[in-house]
């Protein structure tokens, strides 16, 4: 059965700082790319970063600079840090982990991460 739990989320004010975390199971992680995407109210959900199992990383153009994605293959968990959050940073945040070579997906429940003073 495959797992992918978020946690970190919470209340930040603005220009703080948050990591988020995922930790996956029931899948070979080495092999996935995984990533973060996040969801507003009102809107469609977006890519925020993701993470190809060689390392290679990519960004939304609204968290380039901002946001670091990163994994850890010994603890199959995959990190996002946040710092200079901006009020429209606020969204729930959703773990993705997808399979290359089947292009199946698998989400996270979600985490919800508010940016407010």
């Known amino acids: 059965q495959v797992q992918l739990v978020e946690s970190g989320g919470g209340l930040v004010q603005p220009g703080g700082s948050l990591r988020l975390s995922c930790a996956a199971s029931?899948?070979?992680?080495?092999?996935?790319?995984m990533g973060w995407y996040r969801q507003a109210p009102g809107k469609q959900r977006e890519l925020v970063a993701t993470?190809?199992?060689?390392?290679?990383?990519n960004y939304a153009d609204s968290v380039k600079g901002r946001f670091t994605i990163s994994e850890d293959n010994a603890k199959n968990t995959v990190h996002l840090q946040m710092n200079s959050l901006k009020p429209e940073d606020t969204a729930v945040y959703y773990c993705?982990?997808?399979?290359?070579?089947?292009?199946?997906?698998?989400w996270g429940q979600g985490t919800q991460v508010t940016v407010s003073s």
């Open positions: 029931g899948i070979a992680f080495s092999i996935y790319e």
């Open positions: 993705n982990a997808e399979n290359p070579f089947t292009t199946t997906w698998y």
């Open positions: 993470i190809s199992s060689g390392g290679s990383t």
